[in-house]
């Protein structure tokens, strides 16, 4: 009830302000891939990903492999966030991003 009749009161006082004031939980933190302390696993975390995205053509037997094979850590991170291109989910971002600030 208490969680209604916030967000009730939230809502008026946007209407009120003209809908220009501050949400009401915005010092709300949702953890993310970001602010965890774990480590990211290559394999099990983020080989997943450019598999769904850069496959078949970044992959054994694909026409890219030879130059940019992306099931070896070491061609993500001389690519960095290049490899953004195709990849546009915010997580998946993230979880790539944590992934390049580990030390190999």
Known sequence: MRIVVGF???ALLLIEAGGTAKPVFQNVVVPTA???TSRIDFD???KPI???KCMP???EGGQMYDRLPFDRPATIRK???RLFTRIKEENDRRMIEDFLG???
Do not use: R
């Open 44 to 46: 099990t975390q983020v």
């Open 8 to 10: 009730i009161a939230a």
């Open 79 to 81: 690519l960095g966030t």
């Open 102 to 104: 580990q030390s190999p």
């Open 34 to 36: 970001s602010t965890t």
């Open 50 to 52: 450019l598999k769904s």
């Open 57 to 59: 053509c970044h992959f």
